[in-house]
T-cell receptor, first 114, second 113 residues
Framework: KAGVTQTPRYLIKTRGQQVTLSCSPISGHRSVSWYQQTPGQGLQFLFEYFSETQRNKGNFPGRFSGRQFSNSRSEMNVSTLELGDSALYLC?????????????FGPGTRLTVT | DQQVKQNSPSLSVQEGRISILNCDYTNSMFDYFLWYKKYPAEGPTFLISISSIKDKNEDGRFTVFLNKSAKHLSLHIVPSQPGDSAVYFCAASGDFGNEKLTFGTGTRLTIIP
């Protein structure tokens, strides 16, 4: 079974631009969560989508948004990029109602904002 | 406000010895705890978990201990192997199944051959 895939793997953007990251979950997984990993803060939860609806949300500004499509693929968008948005963005998928240990992470997208 | 803290950013242990990684939390509503392991250029992978109704859970070389009164959990790896070198994150949840995970900042474990 193919794992969670994220595209692109690396991205360089300029402050003020916007960016869209993509995540394809494991086949059959309907829940997708997004996390931001930075050296000082560890992994921070952004949001979780299930059946095209946002189910949970972390404490991030409105510049961070996401959506999920009917095939469970998810996108995350960050508008008006700031230098502090430079991070590794991870997505994770799990089956509907699955426990957290059944959550599988993708390799991440490394975003650098200059 | 860091609700889950891993105060040791790094730890070095001789191969064959015991590795002990620590994690503290502040939110008494957390009732489920997990440890994840992360290699460079890969996403975190689940290692072991423990419910707040238990104080110990063991899986092979890995044991997690939970001290609810101290709001402290630890991961013991024995014996440590070179392949255990990775970054370890502890995470906590307030509601098994649906709630978000709150992660610590991670501890980089290096096993010295």
């Amino acid at each position: 079974k193919a794992g969670v895939t994220q595209t692109p793997r690396y991205l360089i953007k300029t402050r003020g631009q916007q960016v869209t990251l993509s995540c394809s979950p494991i086949s059959g997984h309907r829940s997708v969560s997004w996390y931001q990993q930075t050296p000082g803060q560890g992994l921070q939860f952004l949001f979780e989508y299930f059946s095209e609806t946002q189910r949970n949300k972390g404490n991030f500004p409105g510049r961070f948004s996401g959506r999920q499509f009917s095939n469970s693929r998810s996108e995350m968008n960050v508008s008006t990029l700031e230098l502090g948005d430079s991070a590794l963005y991870l997505c994770a998928s799990r089956i509907s109602g699955g426990a957290f240990y059944e959550q599988y992470f993708g390799p991440g997208t490394r975003l650098t904002v200059t | 406000d860091q609700q889950v803290k891993q105060n040791s950013p790094s730890l070095s242990v001789q191969e064959g010895r015991i590795s002990i990684l620590n994690c503290d939390y502040t939110n008494s509503m957390f009732d489920y705890f997990l440890w994840y392991k992360k290699y460079p250029a890969e996403g975190p992978t689940f290692l072991i978990s423990i419910s707040s109704i238990k104080d110990k859970n063991e899986d092979g070389r890995f044991t997690v201990f939970l001290n609810k009164s101290a709001k402290h959990l630890s991961l013991h790896i024995v014996p440590s192997q070179p392949g255990d070198s990775a970054v370890y994150f502890c995470a906590a949840s307030g509601d098994f199944g649906n709630e978000k995970l709150t992660f610590g900042t991670g501890t980089r474990l290096t096993i010295i051959p």
